[in-house]
């Protein structure tokens, strides 16, 4: 017999190997919002055009 080991959160409970799947999905997605937010940002910054460039 398998015994699995649960992590309940109320009524829902879930196996070690789902919670942390569901961690681990949490965290890329996280880290890749935030790398795609860096383009953004130098788009963002070089349209404001030399007037706010300390030039």
Known sequence: MIYYITISFGELELSKLTFWSLVSLTLIFVISFILSTI???????DSKGPSSKDE
Request: aromatic share 0%; hydrophobic share 45%; proline share 14%.
């Open 39 to 45: 383009p953004l940002t130098k788009n963002i910054i």
